[in-house]
């Protein structure tokens, strides 16, 4: 399958003090950068919140408007900045013509993208298997996590690109989507609840889940 991935970095980690949860550290390594490699299947990556700086060359990053908003005003940026370069992409085509064999190269964008929020270490678990799932179902909107003991997990999903952007459209006509609840940007999709490894959707809100899991406090 063809997707793109949309990390969420950029929020105020309120119940961590302030320390931003994109630079703790588990098994060696931030957890931002154990979530780039989780994505590492999307043909493009954007990270919604600060540039670290150390990102991988050609990651596109993107803040959501205003910053801290939330996570569905972060999905919005994220989904804003992919569809920004696919512009770029026409203009330069619409420049250079036609190719060598006398086709126009595709600007096509990746059907599906991946959203994940930086704050779960084992994330990278769950992703073949929302990968496996939706490859069977693609009548689907796309598909979220389910944890072992049944929560729901939209910051763990794969979603129809098509279908996201109509309904941030659609939540942007009725007043834009800072502070709006995730759960209710996806209410109308239909999606697949898909149960993953357990652990995989675990996420650090506080220092005891950080102390829970292994997550390092100690900032690089």
Avoid at 163 to 170: G, I, K, S
Wanted: charged share 25%.
């Amino acid at each position: 399958m063809d997707f793109d991935a949309v990390i969420l970095a950029g929020g105020k980690s309120s119940r961590l003090g302030g320390v931003p949860k994109a630079r703790l550290r588990y098994d060696g390594a931030t957890l931002l950068q154990r979530a780039v490699a989780a994505v590492r299947g999307a043909g493009r990556v954007v990270v919604v919140g600060p540039d670290p700086g150390t990102l991988p060359d050609g990651t596109l990053t993107a803040r959501e408007d205003p910053p801290y908003a939330g996570p569905a005003a972060a999905i919005a940026a994220g989904l804003a900045a992919l569809e920004a370069q696919d512009g770029e992409a026409q203009d330069g085509e619409a420049q250079d013509g036609e190719t060598q064999d006398g086709q126009r190269p595709s600007t096509k964008h990746a059907p599906w993208v991946l959203v994940m929020a930086c704050d779960m270490p084992l994330a990278a678990d769950a992703v073949p298997v929302l990968l496996r799932e939706l490859a069977s179902r693609q009548d689907a909107e796309g598909a979220l996590s389910v944890s072992a003991d049944g929560r729901k997990q939209p910051l763990l999903g794969i979603y129809r690109v098509s279908a996201l952007q109509r309904e941030v459209r659609a939540a942007e006509e009725q007043g834009g989507l800072a502070n709006t609840a995730v759960f209710g940007l996806l209410a109308r999709l239909d999606l697949l609840a898909v149960p993953v490894p357990a652990g995989s959707t675990d996420d650090v809100d506080t220092w005891d889940d950080a102390a829970a899991l292994g997550v390092d406090g100690d900032l690089p």
